[in-house]
């Protein structure tokens, strides 16, 4: 039972155009959410969070948007550079002692210049 | 480099084997969590540890074990190992027992069982 999905594998867009991922998830008691990086070879690296009391936040040319009552959040690039080629996990969890990160299966987004 | 620090990077083994991988956290950080990520899934959760301790435990097979040592370093053990846990498998750290700040993931070691 998938707890965070990503039902998108793939995402191609023009450099300097907006990128959207999406995430939805099944369990209401998710309080965080983030969203990683991850190019090959390397280790997912930490981009960009919201907690659920909020529903949105703003870092440079990345936005996460939260939708509680959908259950849905979103990361948007803009604008996007080639460099931003990358897998994308969305990641949730709750605040009970026992629990980790929850992760979603990643989306690979290319961008082509 | 994040400051996680795995060993080995690549790990080739014949099925049946045991192989031992290690995690050095950040700096400061008394949190580990080990994931695995096979072909076309996500980042699965096999187990945390905290200063030393267990807290929590995901979907580890019972092949599977892990600890944490006084410090604070991790090693994932893998035995009888078959086809199917051929992976990627990755360490976490993080300052606190919550994860508040998220967390910092080492490169990885990939796993092929052949």
């Known amino acids: 039972d998938q707890q965070v999905k990503q039902n998108s594998p793939s995402l191609s867009v023009q450099e300097g155009r907006i990128s959207i991922l999406n995430c939805d998830y099944t369990?209401?008691?998710?309080?965080?959410f983030l969203w990683y990086k991850k190019y090959p070879a390397e280790g997912p690296t930490f981009l960009i969070s919201?907690?659920?009391?909020?529903d949105k936040n703003e870092d440079g040319r990345f936005t996460v948007f939260l939708n509680k009552s959908a259950k849905h959040l979103s990361l948007h690039i803009v604008p996007s550079q080639p460099g931003d080629s990358a897998v994308y996990f969305c990641?949730?969890?709750?605040?009970?002692?026992?629990?980790?990160?929850?992760f979603g299966k990643g989306t690979t987004l290319s961008v082509s210049s | 480099d994040s400051g996680v620090t795995q060993t080995p990077k690549h790990l080739i083994t014949a099925t049946g084997q045991r192989v031992t991988l290690r995690c050095s956290p950040r700096?400061?950080?008394?949190?580990v969590y080990w994931y695995q990520q096979s072909l076309d899934q996500g980042l699965q959760f096999l187990i945390h540890?905290?200063?030393?301790?267990?807290?929590a435990k995901g979907n580890i097979l019972e092949r599977f074990s892990a600890q944490q040592f006084p410090d604070l370093h991790s090693e994932l053990n893998l035995s009888s190992l078959e086809l199917g846990d051929s992976a990627l498998y990755f360490c976490?750290?993080?300052?606190?027992?919550?994860?508040?700040?998220?967390?910092?993931f080492g490169s990885g070691t990939r796993l092929t069982v052949v």
């Open positions: 976490a750290s993080s300052p606190t027992g919550t994860g508040n700040y998220g967390y910092t």
């Open positions: 369990n209401s008691m998710f309080d965080y």
């Open positions: 919201i907690s659920s009391i909020k």
């Open positions: 990641a949730a969890r709750t605040n009970q002692a026992g629990t980790a990160l929850i």
């Open positions: 700096s400061g950080d008394l949190s």
């Open positions: 540890y905290y200063n030393g301790e267990e807290r």
